[in-house]
């Protein structure tokens, strides 16, 4: 394997000493950023994420203007449930729309666990031709929503504050919302896997809606079908698990074999070190709407959540996806904050 220039982030993944912790944002690739809200002028969500010169320019552009450590390839998760024959479109003003959702058990009968290759290759060309623009500078992330995640999509046919038809759908129909979320698990194995095939450094599973369920229905509905994509992919390559609202599972997330946990900013650094015995990396935390504080002020509340996690061990990150209205000089101070980091002697 050829050697990544700056692997900050490869290092704090192997839980090695670090002189500053590696940077990246969620989201990075996103509507704050002039360069990218051209393209998106221009081309409707889904061509861009199928036309790898738009997927990997709109990943590099971040990098370019910020320089962070690790870039994350530009695509989203609904590219999964599509691929399983459920339709999904991005509407302006509301987001992924899948004009079919699943509603009943035997809706599962169209759902297929597809062929990577024939279905999702446009990733992979996309992929191949960001490791081409990123020339080994830095780590390309891969990702995927996590099942449970997904499911919600499907069953509630849009975004949701509480997501109550997915939920209804688990708590009355179990065993059809087991199998489906089973099809995604697999489908999510392969195309994570044919990923790392094509150079991808890291996975992360987004588990944005994870902290709908509770404690016991997260393990039920969620967490088993991290476990099995994390069992199948950890030998190949590093996962992240970033799952939202999961403060409460973090203990057990910190025995699962992923490489880092995510966190996000209700769960303070001393809470997540103590809950995942101060061993795993941990990354996050940073609230996103913070990012409109002014940016002398951002830089200090950065080098402070440095100080709480510690240097090593750590990935800087938001706590969640970067919101729209974030001023770019903001942006900035973030990134800029942590290359400025220094220890104190
Ligand atoms: O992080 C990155 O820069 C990589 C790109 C990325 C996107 N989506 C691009 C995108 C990633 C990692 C995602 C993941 C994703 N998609 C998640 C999990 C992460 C999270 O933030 O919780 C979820 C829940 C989705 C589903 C989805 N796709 C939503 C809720 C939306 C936003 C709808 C809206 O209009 O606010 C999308 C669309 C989307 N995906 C955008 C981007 C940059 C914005 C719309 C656009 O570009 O036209």
Request: hydrophobic share 25%; glycine share 4%.
């Given at each position: 394997m050829t050697q990544i220039k700056n692997d900050l982030f490869l290092k704090a993944l192997r839980g090695e000493t670090v002189e500053r912790p590696p940077v990246w944002m969620m989201r990075?690739?996103?509507?704050?950023?002039p360069e990218f809200m051209e393209i998106k002028a221009k081309y409707d969500f889904f061509t861009r994420c199928q036309t790898p010169e738009l997927a990997s320019e709109i990943t590099v552009q971040p990098i370019r203007r910020y320089g962070m450590d690790a870039a994350i390839l530009f695509s989203d998760i609904l590219v999964i449930p599509q691929a399983m024959n459920i339709d999904v479109e991005m509407k302006a003003g509301i987001g992924p729309w899948l004009?079919?959702?699943?509603?009943?058990?035997?809706?599962?009968?169209?759902v297929i666990v597809p062929d990577i290759n024939d279905t999702l290759g446009y990733v992979m060309d996309a992929i191949d031709m960001t490791k081409e623009k990123l020339n080994n500078e830095i780590p390309l992330i891969g990702f995927a929503g996590s099942p449970w995640t997904i499911l919600c999509y499907c069953v509630e046919g849009q975004g949701s504050k509480n997501f109550a038809k997915a939920k209804e759908f688990c708590f009355t129909e179990p065993e059809a919302a087991h199998q489906l979320l089973q099809k995604i698990t697999d489908t999510t194995i392969a195309y994570l896997k044919q990923k790392v095939k094509h150079g991808v450094n890291a996975v992360q599973v987004f588990d944005s809606w994870g902290g709908m369920l509770s404690p016991t229905d997260y393990q039920e509905f969620s967490w088993q079908y991290i476990q099995q994509i994390i069992d199948s992919l950890k030998d190949e390559t590093h996962v992240i698990a970033f799952g939202k609202g999961c403060w409460f599972a973090l203990n057990e997330m910190s025995k699962s074999g992923a490489s880092a946990l995510g966190v996000d900013w209700t769960c303070s650094a001393r809470n997540a070190r103590y809950l995942t015995g101060g061993n795993i990396t941990l990354q996050g935390n940073f609230?996103?709407?913070?990012?409109?504080?002014?940016p002398a002020e951002i830089k200090k509340m950065v080098t402070q959540m440095i100080r709480e996690f510690g240097k090593d061990k750590y990935i800087v990150n938001l706590g969640h996806g970067i919101l729209p209205n974030i001023p770019i000089e903001n942006a900035g101070a973030f990134v800029e904050a942590v290359k400025e980091y220094k220890e104190e002697a």
């Open positions: 990075q690739a996103g509507r704050y950023l004009p079919d959702p699943i509603q009943k058990p035997s809706d599962l009968d169209r609230d996103p709407s913070r990012l409109l504080s002014p």
